[in-house]
């Protein structure tokens, strides 16, 4: 077997626009404790935004102070705490000092509040820690942990955590959970088992945008088309996989090759046939 990587590299590259202000997240019922950059937490995922900044443009157009571009890759950012739109944090500091004690938002003539850098707390009990974990070191630097796949052969930490992904709505993050698995798949010829299966299975969707779970389901079945045996159906095994997926396996199969499954009429027809002379 050919040495497995514990770490999975994704083309996307670390967001260097990391902001200047840094948010102290409490996840799952123990309150693991991470420290982020919230811009950085904020830009990744529209859940997270909508509790930490809510109402937050989005980072798109030209800053109103300089005319350049926001999203470029060397500028910090920060916003208008009354109107919400964004600006280089570099031409606000500077439209500021300017201004002298009273700063208004240039765009709204509003009061500017400056974003303070000191830590503020955000407790979210319903999202799972290890999940954090991975979505925290994949937004820092990129890469995906796979440690707890390759030691159990177990890919439930990474359904998971592409679960997870549905949730805080970062389509990227899900996508790259899905190639580390094709990546596994492709050094060990690992593939999810009942666990993973189940997860993605059996869980109240109503907490998930549909697609996303869709996708999911889609490229667990798809693996099975590409990694099960026949005798995986022979055996007890099937009846500890969720009923769902059974059927959406065997529904692909049908699709995947509809004519092999055709009644063998010819044969039958054959068969009862001899049959009827033998009884006479
Ligand atoms: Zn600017
Ligand atoms: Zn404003």
Redesign the pocket.
Known sequence: MPPIRNRVSTREKANPQLGVKFVLILVGAKKRHFQVHEDLLCARSPYFRSFLQAGRRDIDGDCSICLEDLRTDDKDLTY?M????NFHFGCIAEWVKQYGQHPL?P??R?H?IQRNRIISKFAFPDLNAMDFAKYHEWIYSGTINCNEVIEQQDFAPLVSAYLFAVKVKDQKFGTAILQAMLEIYKDTALYPEQDAIALAYNLDTSAYQIAGIHRIQRFLVETYLAAAHAHWFEDEEWAKYPHEFFRDVTVAMFLEHPRKNKWALDTWKAKLEAEENDVE
Do not use: E, P, S, T
């Open positions: 208008c009354q109107c919400k739109m938002c765009l709204c509003g500017w």
